[in-house]
């Protein structure tokens, strides 16, 4: 389920051209990503775990919340504006591919914040969050 949504999200994402630096999974820190060698900009797909909600029945049917953030990773060395305009693009391009997509026998994403993670010199990150509410049956 996890490892689904987090593929279904990445081919999603695959195609936005402003992204010179692909898109590709990470399983750490954000503050490692600033020190991957990469082409910039560049998205980053991370699980950020889910919430679970409170026991309803007596079947093992686990309501839960699973939690992504695609990060963005820019560098622009004319200016900091220049970088954030070009910033805007990439986020416009990620909401209209994940807002409300069907990530199948998992559920629908749906965005929780957008928000500027880092800003330092001329490197800019970027938090985009989404999450899906789904359920979990013990197999």
Known sequence: MIQES????????????EAAGGVDQFAGDIEELKSKP???PALWVLYDGASFEDRKMEEILAEHTMNFTVVLIAKNHRSRADGAEACHLIIEAV?????????????????????LIMASGPLLVYGLNYRIEAEYTSS
């Open 6 to 17: 987090i593929d279904d999200i990445i081919t999603a994402l695959g195609d936005i051209s």
């Open 38 to 40: 990469k082409r910039l």
């Open 95 to 115: 909401r209209d591919r994940l807002i409300g997509r069907i990530v199948e026998n998992v559920g629908e994403l749906w965005p929780v914040r957008e928000r």
